[in-house]
């Protein structure tokens, strides 16, 4: 995504008032990191933190995303991280299907502008945006094509913050990112198609051999 491209998707997220949680927010927080990353990470929504400054992942479960993407050699000034929504619900309450909906414009932006080789979903609400029958305990550490994209669902940092177990799972999933990112090609699409969801199976191609 050019530069220019992503000055005037900011500020028209700047401007956003498609959802309720337009009223509550201080600060848009539409993303940041190279424009033109291999690797994109997507969480949920902004927390406190995020809100106040703008910016994705700046809190606790930042420090630690931080730190899981250091351990792999990668800064985030190398990968580009945003959320499905960019606005902090209130109390950080998980976002809205209609909230989700109506923000779902800008991250399909964001997405076929990166083009990435790997898309790493953080937590249940990115993947389900992609993979909306799965379950995190099922599809964590397993690479999926889904609509063209190649999609890596992890736990949401938060997670490893709570638990060590979690943590120690985290780290396991990152350590496989490299890979992913060594034997991928950054897609052709130029979309983001999504499963809408509904039926059962199929949904996505698991990589055998991934
Ligand atoms: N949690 C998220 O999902 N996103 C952020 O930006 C911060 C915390």
């Not at 190649?150 to 799972?169: C, D, E, F, K, S």
């Not at 509904?198 to 949904?203: D, L, M, R, S």
């Amino acid at each position: 995504m050019d530069a220019e491209n992503q000055h005037d998707l900011e500020v028209r997220i700047a401007a956003c008032t498609r959802c309720r949680l337009a009223s509550g927010r201080t600060r848009t927080v539409p993303g940041d990191g190279d424009p033109n990353a291999e690797l994109m990470l997507i969480g949920e929504g902004p927390g406190f933190n995020e809100d106040q400054q703008g910016r994705p992942f700046v809190g606790q479960a930042g420090k630690l995303l931080d730190k899981l993407l250091g351990e792999i050699g990668l800064t985030r000034e190398q990968v580009f991280v945003t959320n499905v929504v960019k606005c902090r619900p209130p109390n950080n309450r998980d976002p809205e299907a209609d909230e989700i909906a109506s923000c779902e414009p800008y991250l399909d932006e964001q997405i076929a502008g990166i083009r990435p080789k790997l898309i790493v979903t953080l937590g249940r609400f990115a993947m389900n945006y992609f993979l909306p029958r799965t379950t995190i305990s099922r599809s964590h550490g397993r690479a999926t094509q889904a609509g063209g994209w190649l999609i890596y669902p992890v736990y949401h940092p938060a997670a490893g913050l709570r638990q060590t177990r979690m943590l120690n799972v985290l780290r396991e999933d990152f350590q496989r990112i490299p890979e992913f990112l060594a034997t991928s090609d950054r897609p052709e699409v130029t979309a983001v198609e999504r499963d809408a969801g509904g039926a059962e199976e199929p949904q996505g191609t698991q990589l055998s051999l991934l």
